[in-house]
């Protein structure tokens, strides 16, 4: 019989999973153990110590959260994966594994909020040093380069205004300054982009967002190389112990087996809605990697395999606009969060961002009034209709 190569959806459904080994049911199970049980002293004994491969502590694995990483390691291309209780377990334990007190830590100067906010005021605490910059031009890495720097943090495209950062570019100067690069690819996910075949050194998710798809779990997830996800969780995530719950990894494995279909779907919306708010009168800007107008829409497209369901506006009438739309929506819930079934809107400022300070998020250009826009596999119609009535009502606004 011949070999073939497994297609996106092929893995995600089949990669990790199989039958219960036991009764043969077709969906394996959820196994809801916090312990396991030893043969004999011996066998814990090797265990322990690495010699044989088994479970034995529900904070040091679980074969729920197995069948999750290796569906994930599949579809991200990596060695291996670790899930983990939410995006900002995955965030803190992978940089608490690459960095110690007297090390450089390069970041993304927007990134989602909590991450600047881990970064800015945990970090430094620890004795960490940390340069913020602009990671969609790489002058400004190789600038920030010292001597010692260990890690360069990115998040592309980036949260709230989608900013793009050239991966393959990221991780030259960090391998050339012997350093790592991280990267954040919740917005993209891996129907949309592959970091490590890029050259990262390791790839983060929130799955929450698109990987969960279903808005009913919080969770996280790293992907790399075998050696890198050992140190991570051995002792990293085993003693920080923000691990996933056998449930929560459930419903991401069940997530990701449609990941596929409703990446094209957001993307399919999220592209009509972006080029009908582009030119609506009483909207100044739009931020979407789909638009000819957004700053990096090249590099997006060499580096992307489509734009994603994410999009920011900038409503005319500043605050008082952007308000009047998330107010006046009906379809769209206003929430924060982002990548569910169902289209979100949110006001950066006040959620995702609340961590930056107004004069940090001016400096970066994080607008007062400034709307995201979680476009939902809803038909893009109803999606523009919505939109359109509360864009009416900013019109009524007089600005
Ligand atoms: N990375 C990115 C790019 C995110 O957008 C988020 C959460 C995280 C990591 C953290 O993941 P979590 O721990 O929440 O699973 N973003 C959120 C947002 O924009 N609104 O609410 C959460």
Not at 114 to 138: A, H, M, N, P, Q
Not at 226 to 248: A, M, V
Not at 357 to 377: A, D, F, N, T, Y
Request: net charge negative; with cysteine; aromatic share 6%.
């Amino acid at each position: 019989m011949k070999n073939f190569e497994l297609k996106f959806n092929a893995k995600a459904i089949h990669a990790g999973s199989k039958p219960c080994p036991a009764t043969g049911a077709h969906i394996g199970p959820i196994y809801r153990s916090s312990t396991f049980v030893m043969d004999n002293v011996e066998q814990a004994i090797r265990i322990s110590q690495g010699e044989e491969e088994g479970y034995s502590y529900g904070r040091f694995g679980n074969p729920t959260e197995t069948e999750l990483e290796e569906k994930m390691a599949a579809l991200e291309n990596g060695e291996n994966a670790l899930a983990t209780a939410s995006g900002m377990a995955a965030i803190t334990t992978t940089l608490m594994t690459f960095l110690k007190n007297g090390d450089h830590l390069i970041a993304g100067d927007i990134i989602y909020g909590c991450t600047y906010g881990l970064i800015r005021d945990i970090l430094t605490k620890y004795g960490i040093e940390v340069t913020f910059v602009d990671t969609s031009d790489l002058e400004n890495i190789k600038k920030a380069i010292q001597p010692n720097t260990k890690v360069i943090y990115i998040e592309t495209p980036c949260n709230p205004v989608l900013r793009i950062a050239d991966i393959g570019g990221a991780a030259e100067i960090a391998h050339n300054n012997g350093a790592s690069l991280i990267v954040d690819s919740t917005f993209a996910t891996p129907f949309l982009q592959n970091p490590l075949d890029l050259g990262a050194d390791v790839v983060v998710h929130s799955a929450t967002k698109y990987l969960g798809g279903h808005g009913d779990i919080v969770g996280g997830i790293i992907v790399s190389s075998k050696e890198i996800i050992s140190k991570i969780r051995d002792p990293h995530l085993q003693f920080f112990g923000g691990i996933i719950s056998p449930g929560d990894a459930f419903l991401i494995i069940r997530g990701l087996k449609t990941l596929g279909i409703r990446m094209k779907a957001h993307c399919e919306s999220a592209q009509a809605v972006a080029e009908y708010l582009e030119e609506h009168p009483m909207v100044e800007k739009v931020y979407y990697p789909g638009l000819p107008s957004h700053p990096q829409h090249e590099l997006a497209k060499k580096q992307m395999r489509g734009f994603g369901g994410m999009m920011s506006f900038d409503v005319k009438g500043g605050f008082e606009g952007g308000k009047t739309v998330m107010n006046n929506v009906k379809l769209i819930s206003l929430a924060t969060s982002l990548g569910c079934i169902d289209s979100l809107i949110q006001h950066s400022p006040s959620m995702s961002h609340f961590t930056m300070s107004k004069e940090e998020r001016g400096k970066v250009g994080i607008m007062e009034g400034q709307v995201r826009l979680s476009v939902g596999i809803e038909e893009a119609e109803n999606i523009i209709e919505d939109l359109e009535n509360a864009l009416e009502e900013v019109k009524k606004l007089g600005v």
